[in-house]
């Protein structure tokens, strides 16, 4: 017979059977699943609470709550007022937060009802029995005092402090304070500080889990190369290729879908670093609204914008390469690399920086009519080019006219699914490339100039329907 924990232990198929078709679907399938693989840790005999944050829109927290039976029943509660204590003071972390259990019974009642509130308080009373002491009221009072820490992935292998300062926040782990510490009452200092190490080592451990989860949701129903040979999990092969020195791994990778991964993580990079969205940010400072410009016409959620700290371009991609360095690590567990040999710091930041360059010029670049009217190219925003040099793709004249032709006549905005990636069911999930020849031009801050094309069906595809897209808005209008 399965003990309670054993039923909680669930593998999900990769790539998944059905595909995620909205943003709504996304965030509550990532929510069930966390419910099943967070472990009931204790600290004194008393369990502790995790709370994911999912970072769209206004932002919200998931309760993740699994009964006796092994049910996952996550509560959504509105994230704002908690957020904004996670994501202050990034010097200080990692610390404990103590606070009454009254802000959070407020800030629920004020933004999500009271059903939400007594659903959260059964589960509460559930795992922490009656707080206050009084046998005749079973209910966590709101007077009752809790300590939280905020959840992130696990720091070993980040020992800079520029690390610490980017370090991503992706939700909260607390526990009541009455509850543990009740084994030896509130005045016993050395049980407080074993539980403020529990609750530590907690929240890495939720943090380890909620960045691996995002990461496999968001990438499991990205389209897959007809002739890649790796397997379903293409996007972690990318990944490997760019941290370990595997030969036949890199030769079964190339810029295409290096471009392909970046891009993608640049757009989702919010998801991860909502206190500091310097992703968001760059765009701006190139010249476009992060949501009109970018994360809405390439199918992704408007999102309400953070306030960054930088101002400077440079600034933000030297953040970015730190932010982007993390995620492609934690997508090929760098903390496990068993016999593999890892590429320098050094090496693996100039790569990234290299790709998040490209990545920009893509995003922001505009299509304009390049080289006496021969070609139709994405040409990077000069910003972008004085940090280094960026290569570019460009359709001839001939194929551009008909692609634009046949666009205009649609009318249909559709070019957001070739870059979200989320595979529509009445299509393959394989990338092919068209047969129009596409060609590149290596910008500098000086000149331009024209450059042999390997294959890259992913950024033929992307220029094409960047091409389509531009037609079919001039149309509408």
Request: glycine share 4%; charged share 25%.
């Amino acid at each position: 017979m399965q003990t309670p924990e054993e039923r909680f232990i669930v593998e999900f198929p990769h790539p998944m059977t059905e595909p995620i078709l909205s943003w709504n679907t996304f965030w509550d399938r990532e929510a069930e699943e966390l419910c099943h693989v967070m472990p009931y840790a204790l600290v004194g005999g008393s369990a502790i609470t995790t709370m994911s944050f999912q970072a769209f829109g206004e932002g919200r927290f998931a309760y993740l709550s699994r009964d006796e039976d092994g049910r996952c029943t996550p509560i959504y509660l509105w994230g704002e007022p908690f957020a904004r204590c996670m994501f202050a003071d990034a010097e200080r972390l990692p610390r404990t937060i103590t606070f009454p259990m009254a802000d959070a019974v407020a800030t629920i009642l004020d933004q999500d009802g009271r059903d939400a509130l007594e659903s959260m308080r059964r589960e509460e009373v559930r795992r922490y029995g009656t707080m206050s002491g009084d046998s005749n009221i079973d209910q966590v009072l709101e007077e009752d005092r809790f300590s939280a820490q905020v959840a992130y992935p696990s720091p070993i292998h980040h020992e800079s402090k520029k690390w610490w300062l980017r370090i991503p926040r992706l939700g909260v782990c607390y526990t009541v304070e009455n509850a543990s510490w009740q084994a030896g009452g509130p005045d016993n200092d050395d049980l407080q500080r074993i539980s403020d190490h529990i609750l530590l080592i907690s929240a890495v451990h939720a943090g380890n889990r909620i960045i691996s989860r995002r990461l496999a949701l968001l990438f499991s129903n990205s389209f897959r190369w007809g002739a890649y040979k790796a397997g379903d999990r293409i996007a972690e092969t990318i990944a490997r290729s760019v941290c370990f020195n595997e030969p036949h791994i890199r030769k079964l990778v190339d810029d295409d879908q290096k471009i392909y991964l970046v891009t993608k993580l640049l757009l989702g990079h919010h998801l991860f670093f909502p206190q500091s969205p310097e992703a968001l940010t760059a765009m701006a400072i190139l010249g476009k609204n992060p949501n009109l410009d970018v994360l809405v016409p390439h199918g992704w959620e408007s999102v309400a914008l953070c306030q960054s700290s930088s101002t400077l371009i440079e600034q933000c991609v030297k953040n970015l390469v730190l932010d982007l360095a993390l995620l492609v690590k934690a997508f090929v567990r760098w903390d496990r690399p068993e016999s593999l040999e890892r590429v320098s710091e050094r090496d693996l930041e100039i790569e990234i920086r290299r790709l998040i360059l490209m990545a920009l010029a893509l995003l922001c670049g505009n299509l304009e009519w390049i080289d006496n009217g021969d070609y139709f190219a994405i040409v990077p925003p000069r910003k972008v080019l004085e940090l280094g040099d960026v290569i570019m793709p460009a359709l001839p004249k001939s194929p551009a006219r008909s692609i634009i032709e046949g666009a205009s006549k649609k009318g249909k905005l559709e070019y957001h699914r070739y870059l979200a990636q989320w595979s529509p069911p009445d299509r393959p999930d394989s990338i092919k490339p068209y047969t129009t020849t596409m060609v590149l031009f290596k910008h500098t801050a000086r000149s331009m100039d024209r450059k042999e094309c390997p294959a890259m069906p992913w950024l033929n595809r992307y220029l094409r329907a960047r091409i389509e897209h531009r037609a079919a808005e001039s149309a509408r209008r």
